[in-house]
């Protein structure tokens, strides 16, 4: 009876909400390419002669295309685990500018990882394709596995760095932001009185007459008293 709200309060955790977004799926599709690319060639990749006992790389008999596609597929699995973790404790991040400096890292690192994996694939496929068919008794299957998911990795890689991308426009980087809202209290606080208030002057003899609406455009003089003519007694 508990399994459907155990279910629910699985699927409303907040550890499924991260694991859901895309950011988070790439990551894990690139972490798991990587491992297939060094994994297949660091156990099947080193394979010997039908002539010969000793160990030789299955592209081509190229040591260096075998140590490059291992020592790149360790790295990304690592920078994949790294940035995975960095993401998960991105939105405790309080600082703007270093979360804006961790997302135009991934941005550059993502485009890097991006360009190698091309150049890995098209080195690895270059050194199969000269590779002498039937050499080896085993290893073809890892070469080519190693050579797909080189391929697979590109495409993941570059949606990653779209997506970095993404997140660096819709980050807020308005580095006055906190002076532009001080200046809109300050402003809103010293607006200036309505014109419909009427404007309270000292009455007098002698003081100057304004309307209750605007002030008077001309200033009224005082008129200067006439002076009575005393009868004769």
């Known amino acids: 009876m508990h399994l459907p709200e155990s279910l629910q309060d699985l699927a409303d955790s907040e550890a499924v909400h991260f694991l859901r977004k895309p950011k988070s799926i790439a990551r894990i599709l690139e972490g798991i390419f990587s491992l297939i690319v060094f994994s297949s060639l660091l156990t099947d990749g080193y394979q010997n002669k039908t002539e010969s006992p000793q160990l030789h790389c299955v592209l081509n008999s190229n040591s260096v295309a075998c140590s490059f596609a291992v020592g790149a ?60 068919p039937k050499e080896f008794l085993l290893g073809s299957s890892s070469a080519k596995a ?24 819709n980050d807020v980087p308005v580095p006055y932001k906190r002076s532009l809202d001080e200046g809109g209290v300050v402003l809103t606080t010293l607006s200036p009185p309505s014109a419909a208030s009427p ?9 100057l007459g304004y309307s209750s609406s605007a002030l008077s455009p001309y200033l009224t003089t005082p008129k200067a008293p006439r002076l009575a003519m005393m009868p004769d007694n």
């Open 73 to 132: 597929g360790f790295t990304a699995f690592l920078s994949c685990l790294t940035f995975l973790a960095l993401d998960a404790q991105e939105s405790r991040i309080a600082s703007t500018r270093f979360r804006t400096a961790f997302q135009l890292l991934d941005f550059i690192l993502d485009v890097l990882w991006a360009g190698i994996w091309f150049v890995g694939f098209c080195f690895l496929a270059n050194q199969w394709q000269h590779s002498q």
């Open 146 to 169: 190693a050579i797909a998911f080189s391929f697979f990795s590109i495409p993941v890689w570059i949606f990653q760095a779209y997506l970095a991308i993404q997140d660096l426009r």
């Open 199 to 207: 404007v309270n002057m000292p009455t007098g003899p002698n003081s």
